[in-house]
């Protein structure tokens, strides 16, 4: 364990001080206030809840609720982001109905995450991409989610949970978090293919990862042109700490908890439709 979060915090270092030195907005808050004056401002919602596909059960990844507001500025050779974001996140055992007595390992602990951060993003019109961003938050009881799933599952006549007194201490935490993606790879005229590194460091996440995402069709190349094209995305993670889990990391005596995965993949298909901006 002790090796594993040695190695993971030694990459993440790595691609913090690189995606830093990459690019100017690093610590630059007089760039950081430009963007925010001069670019475009969007505002985004994104919302995860298993209660809107009416399930009674819900379980481990129970809800994710994200709202964004991005300023983008865009200069000769690459798009400069800045921005802030607030979250909320809860997880639950396999079936919210459990009571404490009937959760045993390796079912998910009961936890909630809330959080506001910061970050800022460069995009390089040769298609590479560097990101930074720190949020800071609570875990625990301070985060209210028993009274979030609570109040929600009532409104929505959905069976209440059961066993949120069981869930990970208080804590407050920070999570450091770095992409990078050093160059876009073009084989052919309507396909790319893109490798990243990411990583997160903190006492509530801190994992590294690798991926590669394939695009096909018609690509946005540059920021005047619509596009209309599919993608693949393919993620490997090495986790070495999740405090969703395994209960904060300076807590102690946190009930319920249990030892992640080592080593997670994913995949994701989907399909792109951006029209030419007025």
Request: aromatic content about 10%; overall charge negative; proline content about 5%.
């Amino acid at each position: 364990m002790r090796r594993t979060l040695f190695i993971v915090c030694a990459v993440v270092t790595m691609l913090w001080s690189t995606a830093s030195n990459a690019t100017s907005l690093s610590s630059d808050w007089a760039d950081f206030q430009k963007v925010r004056a001069e670019g475009s401002t969007s505002h985004i919602l994104d919302i995860e809840n298993d209660s809107l596909l009416l399930n009674h059960a819900d379980g481990f990844y129970t809800s994710g609720l994200v709202y964004t507001q991005r300023s983008v500025l865009q200069e000769s050779d690459r798009s400069n982001v800045v921005g802030w974001r607030l979250g909320h996140e809860m997880y639950t055992a396999s079936d919210i109905k459990l009571r404490p007595e009937e959760i045993t390992a390796p079912d998910h602990p009961y936890a909630a995450w809330a959080y506001a951060g910061m970050f800022k993003e460069t995009h390089r019109n040769d298609g590479s991409s560097f990101s930074l961003g720190v949020d800071l938050g609570c875990l625990g009881p301070c985060a209210g989610g028993e009274w979030v799933q609570t109040n929600l599952h009532r409104l929505l006549n959905q069976p209440l949970p059961e066993s949120w007194r069981t869930q990970v201490r208080n804590e407050f935490g920070a999570v450091l978090y770095a992409d990078i993606a050093p160059v876009r790879l073009t084989p052919l005229p309507w396909l790319d293919a893109t490798p990243h590194l990411k990583g997160r460091f903190g006492n509530i996440f801190t994992d590294v990862g690798a991926g590669l995402t394939l695009r096909a069709g018609r690509l946005n190349l540059l920021p005047d042109q619509a596009t209309l094209h599919g993608f693949v995305r393919l993620d490997a993670r090495a986790v070495a700490y999740d405090a969703t889990l395994q209960g904060g990391y300076f807590s102690k005596q946190n009930p319920y908890t249990v030892q992640p995965k080592r080593l997670l993949g994913e995949a994701e298909l989907g399909l792109v439709w951006n029209r030419a901006p007025q």
